[in-house]
C-alpha cells in the first residue's frame, strides 16, 4: 500500500515537472515568434538568456541523477567542439600569425578598420568583426545549452507534453498570420513598422522566416497526431457501432482538435506564398507519408492517416488558391535562381579567400562591405544559402567540427529509432527529423534559422529528435 502511494506520487511529481518544463520551452519560443522572431536585441538576449537557464537546469539536474541518456555526452562535446572553434576566432593573435593563416584577414582590416594599414595595431583576432563574431558565439551557446537541456527533460519525462503546447503556440501564431494578412498595413501588430524593411508576415518581418518557424511546428504537430492514431480504437471491438461511438470519446476529440490545429498552421504556411516554405512543406509531407506506408500497420489507421495528410495538403493549396501558387512560382526569375545567383557567388568567393578560418561567426554582413559585386542597390547582409554562409564566415575551421556535430546528431537519432519500443515517441521523433529536413531544405534558399526566435525552436525539435523515451512510456506494442 505504501509502495502504491510513493509511486503515485513520483509519477504526479514527474507530470508537473514535465508539464512546468514544457510550458517554460513554449513560453520561450512564444516569445521568441511573437516578438517579430527575436530579431532585435532586446528581444533576442532575453531569449538566449532564458535558453541558456533552462538548458543548464535540465542538463545538470539530469547530470546530477545520472540520467543523461546515451549519446549525449557525444552530442555535447561536437556541438562544444564547434563552439571552441568559434572562440578561436576570438583568440587576439600576432598580426604575423593572422596574416600568414588567413592573408586576405589582414588585407580586409587594412580596409575596415583605420589605423591597421599604418601599423597601430600588432594583435588582431581572425575574425574581421569580434564583437559580431562573440555574439553569435553566445547565441549558439544558448541554443547548444537548450537543445541539450530539452533532449533531457523529454528523456526524463516525455515529449508529449511540449509537442502539445507547441501545437498551442504554433495555432496562435499562424492565426496572427492568417487574421493579420488581409488587413496588414504595412506595420505588423498595425503599430511596428520594421526598422530594416523586409516582407513582413504575421509577427515575422520577412514571410520565408514565417514560414520557416510553421516549417518546424507543423511536422511535429502532424507527428502528435501520427501517434494519437496509432493509439486510436485499441480496445474497440471491430464493429461499426462501436468505432462509431468512439469517435464521441475524449481522445478521439483530442485527435480531431490537433488535426485541426495542424490544417490551420499548413494553411497559414501556404498563405505566405514563400516559394521556399511551400516547396519544403510539399516535401515534409511526402516523407511523412513514406513513413506511413513503411512503418504503419495496413488497415484503417494507415488509410486513416494517409487519407489525412492528402487532405492536409489539399486543402491547405485549395485554400491559398492553386492559380495563385502556381502564378507566384512561374514569376520566379529562374534563370537567376530567383535572384540569389548573385548572392551565392559572392558567398563562394569569400569562402575562397578565406578558406581555412573564414571572416569569424556571423561576420557575413561585413565582409559584404568589401565582397559584394552583384545588386549593388542593397546590401546583403546574408547569403540566403546558410551552408555558403557557414563557409565563409568559419571555413575549415568551423566546417569540420560542424560537419563531424551532423554526422554525431544523424547517428544518436538512427540509435533512438533502432531502439525504440514507444509509439507516441516514435511518432515525435518522426514529427522531429521531418521538421530537421524540411528546414534543412529550405536552408539552401533562405535563412530562417538566422532569425534567433527560429533558432530556439530549431534546438528544442533537435532535441526532442535524440531524447530517449523514458521507461515509464514505453510500450510493448509498436506501430
Keep these: 500500500m505504501i509502495g502504491?502511494?510513493?509511486?503515485?506520487?513520483?509519477?504526479?511529481?514527474?507530470?508537473?515537472i514535465s508539464s512546468l518544463g514544457a510550458r517554460l520551452i513554449a513560453a520561450a519560443l512564444a516569445w521568441g515568434a511573437?516578438?517579430?522572431?527575436?530579431?532585435?536585441?532586446?528581444?533576442?538576449?532575453?531569449?538566449?538568456?532564458?535558453?541558456?537557464?533552462?538548458?543548464?537546469?535540465?542538463?545538470?539536474?539530469?547530470?546530477?541523477?545520472?540520467?543523461?541518456?546515451?549519446?549525449?555526452?557525444?552530442l555535447a562535446i561536437a556541438l562544444a567542439a564547434v563552439g571552441a572553434a568559434a572562440a578561436l576566432q576570438l583568440i587576439p593573435l600576432p598580426i604575423q600569425v593572422v596574416t600568414t593563416v588567413s592573408p586576405y584577414t589582414t588585407k580586409a582590416l587594412d580596409v575596415l578598420q583605420p589605423g591597421m594599414a599604418a601599423g597601430l595595431f600588432t594583435w588582431h583576432p581572425l575574425s574581421i568583426a569580434p564583437a559580431l563574431t562573440g555574439a553569435g558565439l553566445a547565441l549558439f551557446a544558448a541554443n547548444a545549452l537548450l537543445m541539450l537541456g530539452s533532449a533531457c527533460l523529454f528523456s526524463c519525462h516525455g515529449a508529449r507534453g511540449f509537442a502539445r503546447s507547441l501545437t498551442?503556440?504554433?495555432?496562435?501564431?499562424?492565426?496572427?498570420?492568417?487574421?493579420?494578412?488581409?488587413?496588414?498595413?504595412?506595420?505588423?501588430?498595425?503599430?511596428?513598422?520594421?526598422?530594416?524593411g523586409g516582407n513582413p508576415y504575421g509577427p515575422f518581418v520577412n514571410k520565408n522566416h514565417f514560414a520557416g518557424w510553421m516549417l518546424l511546428a507543423l511536422p511535429v504537430t502532424v507527428g502528435l497526431l501520427g501517434g494519437g492514431i496509432a493509439h486510436a480504437m485499441r480496445g474497440v471491438r471491430p464493429t461499426w457501432r462501436d468505432?462509431?461511438?468512439?469517435?464521441?470519446?475524449?481522445?478521439?476529440?483530442?485527435?480531431?482538435?490537433?488535426?485541426a490545429v495542424a490544417l490551420v498552421i499548413a494553411l497559414a504556411l501556404v498563405l505566405t506564398m514563400s516559394r521556399s516554405g511551400i516547396s519544403a512543406f510539399a516535401g515534409a509531407i511526402l516523407v511523412t507519408s513514406g513513413v506511413v506506408v513503411s512503418r504503419q500497420r495496413a488497415g484503417v489507421r494507415r488509410s486513416v492517416a494517409l487519407a489525412y495528410l492528402i487532405v492536409l495538403l489539399v486543402t491547405a493549396v485549395g485554400w491559398?488558391?492553386?492559380?495563385?501558387?502556381?502564378?507566384r512560382f512561374a514569376a520566379a526569375p529562374w534563370n537567376e535562381l530567383n535572384g540569389r545567383r548573385g548572392a551565392w557567388s559572392d558567398a563562394l568567393d569569400v569562402a575562397a579567400d578565406f578558406p581555412l578560418t573564414g571572416t569569424g561567426l556571423n561576420t557575413y554582413g561585413v565582409?559584404?562591405?568589401?565582397?559584394?559585386?552583384?545588386?549593388?542597390?542593397?546590401?546583403?547582409?546574408?547569403?540566403?544559402?546558410?551552408?555558403?554562409?557557414?563557409?565563409?564566415?568559419?571555413?575549415?575551421?568551423?566546417?569540420i567540427p560542424a560537419l563531424l556535430c551532423v554526422g554525431t546528431f544523424i547517428a544518436v537519432v538512427r540509435r533512438r529509432f533502432v531502439e525504440e519500443t514507444s509509439t507516441s515517441a516514435y511518432w515525435l521523433r518522426v514529427g522531429a527529423v521531418t521538421a530537421v529536413m524540411a528546414i534543412a531544405l529550405q536552408e539552401t534558399v533562405d535563412f530562417s534559422l538566422q532569425m534567433p526566435g527560429n533558432a530556439a525552436l530549431f534546438a528544442v525539435i533537435c532535441g526532442m529528435a535524440v531524447h530517449r523515451?523514458?521507461?515509464?512510456a514505453r510500450t510493448t506494442a509498436m506501430y
Design 168 to 196: 498551442v503556440v504554433g495555432v496562435v501564431i499562424a492565426l496572427v498570420g492568417i487574421v493579420q494578412q488581409p488587413l496588414f498595413t504595412g506595420k505588423i501588430y498595425g503599430f511596428w513598422t520594421t526598422l530594416h
Design 34 to 74: 511573437l516578438a517579430f522572431g527575436a530579431v532585435y536585441p532586446w528581444a533576442y538576449w532575453p531569449l538566449a538568456a532564458i535558453s541558456a537557464s533552462i538548458g543548464a537546469v535540465c542538463l545538470v539536474r539530469s547530470a546530477i541523477a545520472r540520467r543523461v541518456p546515451t549519446g549525449m555526452w557525444a
Design 243 to 259: 468505432r462509431f461511438l468512439w469517435f464521441s470519446s475524449a481522445s478521439a476529440s483530442q485527435l480531431i482538435l490537433i488535426a
Design 4 to 16: 502504491a502511494i510513493v509511486v503515485a506520487e513520483e509519477r504526479r511529481t514527474h507530470t508537473r
Design 367 to 399: 565582409a559584404m562591405l568589401l565582397y559584394q559585386k552583384h545588386d549593388l542597390a542593397r546590401h546583403y547582409a546574408q547569403a540566403h544559402n546558410d551552408y555558403l554562409q557557414l563557409a565563409a564566415e568559419g571555413g575549415m575551421l568551423i566546417g
Design 469 to 472: 523515451a523514458p521507461v515509464t
Design 320 to 327: 491559398a488558391g492553386v492559380n495563385a501558387i502556381a502564378s
